[in-house]
T-cell receptor, first 109, second 116 residues
Framework: GIQVEQSPPDLILQEGANSTLRCNFS?????LQWFHQNPWGQLINLFY???GTKQNGRLSATTVATERYSLLYISSSQTTDSGVYFC???????????FGTGTRLKVLA | ETGVTQSPTHLIKTRGQQVTLRCSSQ?????VSWYQQALGQGPQFIFQ???????GRGNFPPRFSGLQFPNYSSELNVNALELDDSALYLC???????????????FGQGTRLTVV
């Protein structure tokens, strides 16, 4: 089955710093989402981005489906950005999302 | 528009017991998926219901079963609980246009199950 790997696994930033999170996948996908899991376990939708580029405030994402990767950019990080970031992919003809290994982000004040 | 809600939020059960977790899907959605997230891991797909029928299953034993109701809410039932079933159980709803084409998924806050 498809493999989804995220990097880096852990990231510590000072408040105000920028960061790039990467999601690599081993096969073609037709769905891709980025989530932020807060300390209470809630998965919060950041982007639904099977291809192309989207921006939402301080966050933006790019998926290059032909090269099998997606990037999540966080600018001017805040302590509330702390948590685990997951990418999840869906492939053609299937009905489930496969989650990546996650990036654990800690933003220090 | 109401989001995805799950109940209960926390639950403690004894090994061998049975448990039922509930999920109300987002308004207008017809598909519900259940995921299990062990501590420190990413969510793992359990199964999905599309228009009240099971539409696929992950690598989980038959003691994990489910239902979807006409209003598209759903239940996850786990029989003969084992210690390894301790996890966060997440429900996601989405609007699918066919059995094989899913779209953006929205997750509930989860039910944290502890088996002792």
């Amino acid at each position: 089955g498809i493999q989804v790997e995220q990097s880096p696994p852990d990231l510590i930033l000072q408040e105000g710093a920028n960061s790039t999170l990467r999601c690599n996948f081993s096969d073609s996908v037709n769905n891709l989402q980025w989530f932020h899991q807060n300390p209470w376990g809630q998965l919060i939708n950041l982007f639904y981005i099977p291809s192309g580029t989207k921006q939402n405030g301080r966050l933006s994402a790019t998926t290059v489906a032909t090269e099998r990767y997606s990037l999540l950019y966080i600018s001017s990080s805040q302590t509330t950005d702390s948590g685990v970031y997951f990418c999840a992919v869906g492939t053609s003809g299937t009905y489930k999302y496969i989650f990546g290994t996650g990036t654990r982000l800690k933003v220090l004040a | 528009e109401t989001g995805v809600t799950q109940s209960p939020t926390h639950l403690i059960k004894t090994r061998g017991q049975q448990v039922t977790l509930r999920c109300s899907s987002q308004s207008g959605h017809n598909t519900v998926s259940w995921y299990q997230q062990a501590l420190g891991q990413g969510p793992q797909f359990i199964f999905q219901y599309y228009r009240e029928e099971e539409n696929g299953r992950g690598n989980f034993p038959p003691r994990f079963s489910g239902l979807q109701f006409p209003n598209y809410s759903s239940e996850l039932n786990v029989n003969a609980l084992e210690l390894d079933d301790s996890a966060l159980y997440l429900c996601a709803s989405s609007l699918a246009f066919s059995r094989w084409r899913n779209t953006e998924a929205f997750f509930g806050q989860g039910t944290r199950l502890t088996v002792v």
